[in-house]
């Protein structure tokens, strides 16, 4: 297995991008007001926005509710890169689970602690601003940890997969829904990959061979991948206006970093349309100590 490179953003930069824009995403965002700022999936039986946006914690749910038939107790979930905790919550309010919670962002702790206390669910939801790859001892054991749509952000993949064995039970599960890269001889992907990373602060952005290995030096089983780009909307109007707005707002005398997400997002769904991006949803389970 090839090493993942060196991270090209560490813990204050990746912090200060989801400080500075996460209230965007929650005010102006499609799932915003459902706390939801992942992206819409519309897998088989979805049938509005709001189902589209909780996809991907139905199918969490789906597990833990298998879980919760064999277990004589509440399941303590982890969700690693938990925004503003929409998800959380979610599942919180339709399960008998606890369910820790752990984000950089002092903003996005913030906007938690409001949406957990607000959701009714403060006794069994609780948020930690901290560093998913150094967890505190008290978040303790977990039934199953999920990361969406936060691991290509960490600089460390490999202490990720270690913390995440530390926090697992032998038999738990780890959920993984993120951006893959794709293996392509195509010469434009390097460029747009690189216009993706640069502009959404990305460190991991792994093959599923890179990140199976990575699973199985540290105790897992591969369980499932399941391609949820299929089920994504690409090349939205509103997609295709930014794209051409960009290249006027790039020449404004104002702070650049302002459409580091505009710019990156516009990459992506160029890396998702011609294959050379995955979004998967991949399940493993902890099967030894590494």
């Keep these: 297995m090839t090493s993942p490179p060196a991270p090209r953003f560490d813990l204050s930069q990746v912090r200060d991008y989801y400080d500075r824009h996460t209230r965007a995403f929650v005010s102006i965002g499609q799932g915003g007001g459902a706390g939801a700022i992942h992206r819409a999936v519309w897998g088989p039986g979805v049938g509005d926005r709001s189902a589209a946006f909780h996809y991907v914690e139905d199918r969490i749910a789906e597990l833990l509710q298998t879980m919760l038939a064999e277990s004589e107790r509440p399941l303590h979930i982890v969700d690693l890169g938990c925004g503003v905790a929409g998800s959380a919550c979610y599942l919180a309010q339709r399960l008998p689970v606890r369910v820790t919670g752990i984000t950089l962002s002092p903003v996005q702790a913030r906007l938690a602690q409001t949406r957990i206390r607000e959701g009714g669910v403060s006794d069994r939801v609780v948020c930690i601003q901290g560093d998913y790859n150094d967890l505190p001892p008290e978040v303790g054991i977990a039934d199953l940890v999920y990361a969406i749509e936060s691991f290509v952000h960490g600089p460390a993949p490999d202490r990720f997969f270690a913390q995440c064995r530390r926090l697992l039970k032998p038999g738990g599960a780890l959920v993984i829904c993120d951006d893959f890269r794709i293996p392509t001889a195509d010469p434009r992907a390097a460029l747009a990959i690189e216009r ?72 992506l769904q160029e890396c998702l349309a011609r294959g050379w991006v995955g979004y998967e949803m991949v399940t493993f389970r902890a099967v030894r100590q590494p």
Excluded at 217 to 235: K, Q
Excluded at 239 to 251: F, G, H, I, S
Aim: hydrophobic share 40%; proline share 4%.
């Design 196 to 267: 993706f990373s640069r502009g959404w602060h990305v460190n991991a952005l792994l093959d599923r061979d890179e990140l199976e290995s990575l699973a199985r030096t540290h105790g897992f089983r591969h369980d499932s991948t399941v391609d949820l780009t299929p089920y994504l909307e690409l090349r939205r109007l509103r997609d295709r206006v930014l794209n051409a707005l960009l290249p006027l707002l790039r020449r404004l005398p104002i702070d650049g970093k302002r459409f580091d997400y505009a710019s990156g997002g516009s990459a």
